[in-house]
């Protein structure tokens, strides 16, 4: 049993007992209003210094990712969308991966094959994962629009009435009655979710990768999408209560009606938890692909000259003056120099001197 899900999953469930036991307790002021005014306080500000401190991160370079041709000669297809030179194509570039996650979509797998052959193949599963999670977990941030908002937007009602087309009835014979328009995103929330989990179990790469700050927002948002399944279909809440709660929160007059559960409670703690923890996390993915250079750069190397700002005047000791100092141990050693010594020049013998008679005599 891998130690790192476990200690997440032990830590959600903590979570859950503390939230139940607090509401129990007659904490629901705790639970209903300080901390969620605490995580959204933690959240706004550790969302900002996590993307202020991003944004001083000096990029001197065009480093994106490519995936094509550059922008070259006439007769060369350019890319635009993977070597975009110009803003507009950048623009385009980033729209593509954020609302349609190309990057992941053109992500492949590497398999060996007996015989010592690799193949690969596109993770397209991964990649309808992480989009059915991404985009089911918008639109049931948006449909809960409508308990901080009065009057509901219409855009709110109409994402709404679109993810509630699935209803289902049950018909006796003497009367009729039916559970609430079933939100498709909630469903897709647990699916997409319990996916990416046992995606992480039962891939031994990604296993081996995986840390306990990868699973704990999973069981997390996992725990979020069912405390609100329960509260819409099964264990049922007073909705009135709980919009007159969200809205004193957001109106910053807030009171603790009677008649909200203690699974709201539950569901409103997770939330809080999963605000204050955002910002700490890989979950900040969401501010940090605006301010990747990865993304966000043109890649105009081949027709502008970017300098280093940094290239201020420093002491350097060229390679030069590194042989001119060295050459003799670098000849020494057999080593190459650019520029032969010199040769010394020859010393022509000296004229002999008039010997003294008393030299003379000596020789004789």
Not at 213 to 231: E, Q, R, V
Request: proline letters at 7%; aromatic letters at 16%.
């Amino acid at each position: 049993m891998n130690a790192r899900y476990m200690v997440s999953l032990v830590t959600v469930i903590v979570l859950f007992l503390i939230a139940w036991a607090g509401t129990a307790l007659g904490l629901q002021v705790l639970f209903g209003i300080i901390i969620p005014y605490a995580a959204l306080l933690l959240f706004i500000v550790g969302f900002i210094y996590r993307v202020m401190n991003w944004s001083r991160s000096a990029v001197p370079f065009r480093i994106p990712t490519t995936g094509g041709q550059h922008k070259s000669l006439p007769w060369f297809t350019h890319a635009q969308f993977d070597c975009p030179a110009t803003k507009w194509q950048v623009v385009v570039r980033m729209a593509l991966e954020i609302l349609t996650f190309r990057s992941l979509f053109r992500n492949t797998r590497m398999k060996l094959k007996e015989g010592g052959r690799l193949s690969y193949q596109l993770e397209i599963f991964l990649w309808v994962g992480a989009l059915a999670f991404h985009y089911a977990f918008l639109a049931v941030l948006i449909r809960h629009l409508r308990f901080f908002t009065e009057p509901v937007p219409f855009f709110v009602q109409l994402i709404e009435n679109i993810d509630s087309f699935f209803r289902v009835e049950i018909i006796y014979p003497v009367f009729k009655f039916g559970i609430p328009g079933v939100f498709v995103s909630g469903i897709v929330l647990l699916l997409a979710v319990a996916y990416l989990f046992l995606r992480r179990i039962f891939t031994p790469q990604v296993r081996y990768i995986s840390l306990a700050s990868d699973y704990f927002p999973l069981f997390l948002i996992f725990g979020i999408a069912l405390t609100g399944i329960l509260m819409r279909y099964i264990t049922k809440i007073d909705v009135t209560s709980a919009k007159a709660l969200t809205m004193g929160l957001v109106t910053f007059r807030p009171t603790i009606p009677e008649g909200v559960g203690t699974i709201f409670y539950i569901h409103l703690f997770f939330v809080s938890v999963l605000l204050a923890y955002f910002p700490f996390s890989k979950l900040m993915h969401l501010g940090g692909i605006f301010l990747s250079p990865t993304r966000n750069l043109t890649t105009d190397t081949r027709t502008k000259r970017h300098v280093n700002p940094w290239n201020y005047p420093v002491p350097v000791h060229t390679y030069e003056e590194y042989e001119d100092e060295f050459r003799d141990k670098m000849i020494e050693v057999g080593l190459p120099v650019e520029k032969m010594p010199e040769p010394e020049p020859v010393k022509e013998d000296a004229p002999a001197k008039d010997e003294t008679p008393a030299e003379e005599e000596e020789k004789e």
